[in-house]
């Protein structure tokens, strides 16, 4: 369907960061720095009336439901009215599904979703606080307390706060490319990519000391993705044992070793495909998966693409 058009559709109160994640991503003029523009709407059930916000601020939202009618995104951001959406906004989650435009929610945005019905059969995500409930809530819904995002069709569901980032930057990477998604990031200063499947909720979130981070080594990783990496010889750049290593890097990402860097290459892959005219043999060697029929079948997994079709339909013009 493409993506043009976002209305976001504000329900009192507001939960003002999960808001300002999607006016981050989608209503900011970034057309400076190579981002095509993006008709950004903001509406409510009583356009025009203050919605209460947080810090005892309020909102004003100019715009009726009318607004999302021809969106190519409805947006639904936290809300404690989320969990019992009116009438007039469930039908315009449903709209947006049944014309095939793309939904996403934030946080608690997903009970919306699934007062909507649009939820049953899917895969979906919320914050894990609210996960439970969400299952309780929707029976039919397949709630993945785990994950950052669960994207299911044109329905995009994700956790708390920061995820929130990750969902809509992946959106844009499926819509646009992954240049003009790391463009976004850039200037948001946000990491371009976090897979969905990375766990939304991780032992220690931030290292006790700069000196505790893996960050250093994450960084060399990055540098060295055509080279071979083992368990132990990150261990011993990072001055752990094998095992402490492991646990350690599970506790600060959120993922394995080799998962993460699967994901990495694949990633690298991506903006090889995208932006240049290396041969798939050759972009399987300069990110470190030797072969192409290796980089064919961890790229399919994690896009649900061959490479040649991803190229064909993300390659950046020239």
């Given at each position: 369907m ?20 999607l006016?981050?991503?989608f ?7 190579g ?7 903001v ?10 916000a ?31 959406p ?17 939904v996403?929610s ?8 699934g ?7 899917r895969?979906?995500?919320t ?14 819904a397949?709630?993945?307390?785990d994950?950052l ?17 990750d ?12 240049s003009v998604?790391?463009r ?20 220690r ?41 492991a ?11 080799h ?12 903006e090889?495909?995208?932006?240049t ?28 693409l ?13």
């Amino acid at each position: 369907m493409g993506l043009h058009s976002i209305a976001v559709v504000l329900q009192d109160p507001v939960a003002v960061f999960e808001f300002g994640v999607l006016a981050e991503v989608f209503g900011v003029d970034r057309t400076d720095d190579g981002v095509p523009p993006f008709d950004f709407r903001v509406c409510t059930e009583r356009p025009g009336v203050p919605l209460r916000a947080d810090g005892g601020t309020t909102l004003v939202a100019e715009l009726g439901l009318e607004a999302a009618a021809d969106a190519d995104l409805v947006a639904i951001p936290a809300s404690s009215a989320a969990f019992a959406p009116s009438d007039a906004v469930r039908q315009v989650v449903r709209d947006a599904v049944d014309r095939g435009a793309w939904v996403l929610s934030v946080c608690s945005g997903a009970f919306t979703l699934g007062a909507a019905g649009v939820l049953d059969g899917r895969e979906c995500t919320t914050h894990w606080r609210h996960s439970e409930e969400l299952a309780a809530s929707y029976p039919l819904a397949r709630v993945n307390p785990d994950v950052l995002y669960a994207h299911d069709g044109t329905v995009i569901t994700s956790a708390g706060t920061a995820a929130g980032v990750d969902a809509c930057l992946h959106l844009v990477r499926a819509e646009h490319g992954g240049s003009v998604a790391n463009r976004i990031a850039r200037r948001m200063v946000v990491s371009p990519h976090r897979d969905g499947g990375q766990r939304q909720f991780i032992d220690r979130p931030v290292p006790v000391t700069e000196a505790d981070s893996l960050g250093p080594v994450l960084e060399w990783m990055l540098e060295h993705l055509d080279e071979p990496h083992t368990v132990d010889q990150l261990a011993r750049r990072s001055s752990m044992s094998g095992r402490t290593f492991a646990r350690r890097f599970v506790s600060e990402t959120g993922t394995t070793p080799h998962q993460w860097i699967t994901d990495q290459r694949v990633l690298r892959a991506r903006e090889l495909l995208e932006e240049t005219d290396l041969s798939v043999d050759q972009v399987a060697r300069d990110v470190g998966f030797g072969s192409a029929a290796l980089l064919r079948h961890h790229f399919a997994q994690c896009t649900g693409l061959t490479p040649t079709v991803f190229r064909t339909r993300h390659r950046s013009p020239a």
